[in-house]
């Protein structure tokens, strides 16, 4: 009989560390740090962090759209009553926008659109790693096209790389960091997104071989972090999964604390899953903590209106808006749509 339960015990740690359950236990999670971790594995239970998950956030699990120049109210009512999608990116935010001009972008907008039934993922793009290499979008309009555009020229490129010099994070980047966070939840609170919201920095692909940079960054996200949550908001990260998603999971095996809550990573590949990243452990950002950009520059259409468009399969959590009275429309005897969608909070 003993023989018997050695043998059981010998497989099910076999199992386990199979199923990478080992890393989970020594690792803290996101927004964890080290010492966190060792006290809560002293009891075999690894508790999450507090802005997550937590039953007064609000979350959506389905497909979103992201754009560079946020559409009308007439073309996110057109796209509501006949795309596939529920949710919507919007950077609102941040000096390394690439869209910065943003006509409907208001309180009204924010507000109507969420009464549509429509989720709302903010992003805040502020400054970029110094070492940042990403090319910016080729269609910044939103609305699509022509097909067929010409390359960038040399100038062009020029000009993206002095601009990206004037956008990079500085000598001091915990400060930075810690006064964008607050700036980032400044901007989202004016437009009607309440504590509890989601809010996404979000960094263009960068050099993970350079140190500096990587350690300028790493400091920069980490007040960013511990500034928006301090004032009642939940961080995510949005960037490129070869670069800002694997630099976190390296973070969070480093036991390194003030992580996003959220990940937001890219990679075309054309799936629209949720698990399976390569480069995140299995465990890392599971529960509605992850969106994954699987598709971009993609024209659609729905309604009569085209959109250049990233696709995205989502399970995490979104702004949380509240309808107050200096929200309602200003033109008399225009109604708006009432609520709808299979995912309302």
Request: aromatic fraction near 6%.
């Amino acid at each position: 009989m003993r023989t018997r339960s050695r043998a059981q015990v010998a497989a099910a740690l076999v199992l386990i560390s199979l199923l990478g359950l080992p890393d989970l236990l020594l690792a803290p999670p996101p927004g964890r740090t080290a010492s966190d971790t060792r006290r809560a594995s002293t009891t075999g239970v690894l508790a999450e962090p507090p802005d997550t998950t937590a039953d007064t956030d609000v979350t959506f699990r389905g497909l979103a759209f992201d754009v560079c120049r946020v559409p009308s109210l007439a073309v996110m009512r057109a796209w509501r009553g006949s795309s596939p999608y529920g949710a919507v990116g919007v950077t609102y935010g941040g000096r390394g926008r690439d869209c910065p001009d943003q006509p409907h972008l208001t309180r009204r907008w924010v507000s109507e659109v969420h009464r549509m039934g429509w989720r709302v993922l903010p992003v805040f793009a502020g400054s970029q790693p110094p070492c940042a290499r990403e090319p910016r979008r080729a269609d910044e309009a939103g609305e699509a096209g022509k097909a067929g555009e010409p390359e960038e020229t040399q100038e062009a490129a020029a000009a993206r790389g002095a601009r990206n010099a004037r956008e990079s994070i500085g000598a001091a980047p915990a400060a930075q960091g810690e006064r964008e966070g607050g700036d980032a939840v400044r901007q989202a609170a004016a437009l009607g997104m309440d504590r509890g919201s989601a809010l996404y920095v979000s960094l263009r692909s960068y050099d993970l071989g350079d140190a500096d940079c990587v350690r300028a960054t790493l400091d920069f996200i980490r007040a960013w972090n511990r500034e928006v949550r301090r004032q009642g908001y939940v961080p995510g990260l949005r960037g490129d999964a070869e670069t800002g998603a694997r630099h976190m999971e390296r973070a969070r095996r480093a036991g390194t604390g003030d992580l996003p809550s959220a990940l937001w990573f890219s990679r075309w590949n054309h799936r629209p899953s949720l698990h399976g990243e390569a480069v995140l452990h299995p465990y890392a950002w599971r529960v509605k903590r992850r969106i994954h950009q699987y598709e971009g520059e993609v024209t659609e259409e729905y309604g009569g209106h085209r959109l250049t468009v990233g696709r995205n399969m989502t399970d995490a959590p979104v702004a949380r808006v509240s309808r107050r009275p200096e929200d309602d429309p200003k033109a008399p005897g225009t109604p708006s749509p009432p609520p709808g969608g299979a995912n309302q909070p």
